[in-house]
């Protein structure tokens, strides 16, 4: 079974540092998106992509991350000078091109920023 | 605006009985409603989608959900709890209508199934 999968499953880094995190979609998706989820929330859209190009970004998006998808296979997200706010479990996701289509998930990259 | 909302923080159910897990959204056209579950330190797994056609739609591990225009809700469904159903449960709703592609999110509810 060829899921979506993410690396590392889990991250400890110190306030500061730079952490990126990789998605590998489901290969024939052409959809790929990322969310943030804090305990006991829902989860919150960071940003997706459809092929290469990223088409929508969220505000919660500050100028610390940045996303990408070079190749539109697998995509990664860079967040830059660390913040304990940054802590959270960060969802990548996959689907077919059209709206109805539901989501595939990853299992996640839990990150905890000490 | 879109929104979902889930009434229940938590449902608790004894093991056999049927369980509801609530659901209701608001949208401007037609919506697109999802539901998930989320064990323990896992993703989000999907269970089933309602887009068009028969209200009532089945999904994965024996679950159903009931779509109601006219309540505006998507409430899921099980005539028989299992202790492994334990997990936390998502709504989501897209609007047909809305050129924005994201999903709108419900907050969660944890089931608890006690044996």
């Known amino acids: 079974d060829t899921g979506v999968s993410q690396n590392p499953r889990h991250k400890i880094t110190k306030r500061g540092q730079n952490v990126t995190f990789r998605c590998d979609p489901i290969s024939e998706h052409n959809r790929l998106y990322w969310y943030r989820q804090t305990l006991g929330q829902g989860p919150e859209f960071l940003t997706y992509f459809q092929n290469e190009a990223q088409l929508e970004k969220s505000r919660l998006l500050s100028d610390r991350f940045s996303a990408e998808r070079p190749k539109g296979s697998f995509s990664t997200l860079e967040i830059q000078r660390t913040e304990q706010g940054d802590s959270a479990m960060y969802l990548c996701?996959?689907?077919?091109?059209?709206?109805?289509?539901?989501?595939?998930f990853g299992p996640g990259t839990r990150l905890t920023v000490t | 605006a879109q929104s979902v909302a889930q009434p229940e923080d938590q449902v608790n159910v004894a093991e056999g009985n049927p369980l509801t897990v609530k659901c209701t959204y608001s949208?401007?056209?037609?919506?697109?409603l999802f539901w998930y579950v989320q064990y323990p330190n896992r993703g989000l797994q999907f269970l089933l989608k309602?887009?068009?056609?028969d209200n009532l739609v089945k999904g994965s591990y024996g679950f159903e959900a009931e779509f109601n225009k006219s309540q505006t809700s998507f409430h899921l469904k099980k005539p028989s709890a299992l202790v492994s159903d334990s997990a936390l449960y998502f709504c989501?709703?897209?609007?047909?209508?809305?050129?924005?592609?994201?999903?709108?999110w419900g907050a969660g509810t944890k089931l608890i199934i006690k044996p």
């Open positions: 996701a996959s689907s077919y091109t059209g709206d109805s289509y539901e989501q595939y």
């Open positions: 989501a709703v897209r609007d047909s209508a809305d050129s924005n592609y994201q999903l709108i």
């Open positions: 309602y887009i068009t056609g």
């Open positions: 949208v401007s056209g037609n919506p697109y």
